[in-house]
């Protein structure tokens, strides 16, 4: 088993940043692929960022591309969101996951563990 607790969501203005954290423990050596997604009100729950856990290898939805960046932190089991120029529609809960699988996938389905979600709320 795998924990993961989010923490770094709140309030911001639009233009504004965040930093989400999403810390690991237990059985951490199944981590091989952690990623953040997100589900806003009245929608399914959206890919926004992949790492590979050894070689860091990232990619991202279009829609956070160039203003996100994921990051980890092997010492300490944890993976990283900045989010940057943030806009009204970015507003949604976040999700980190884990997954034992060495790929980068897009598709919630290829994740083993989730944690509970951070709420973050960009107003206009």
């Known amino acids: 088993q795998v924990q993961l607790v989010e923490s770094g969501g709140g309030l911001v203005q639009t233009g504004g940043s965040l930093r989400l954290s999403c810390a690991a423990s237990?059985?951490?050596?199944?981590?091989?692929?952690m990623a953040w997604f997100r589900q806003a009100p009245w929608k399914e729950r959206e890919f926004v960022a992949v790492i590979t856990w050894s070689v860091g290898m990232t990619y991202y939805a279009d829609s956070v591309k160039g203003r996100f960046t994921i990051s980890r932190d092997n010492a300490k089991n944890t993976v990283y969101l900045q989010m940057n120029s943030l806009k009204p529609e970015d507003t949604a809960l976040y999700y980190c996951?884990?997954?034992?699988?060495?790929?980068?996938?897009?598709?919630?389905?290829?994740?083993?563990?989730w944690g509970q979600g951070t709420q973050v709320t960009v107003s206009s």
């Open positions: 237990g059985r951490t050596y199944s981590s091989r692929t």
């Open positions: 996951a884990v997954s034992r699988s060495l790929v980068a996938r897009r598709n919630e389905y290829d994740y083993d563990y």
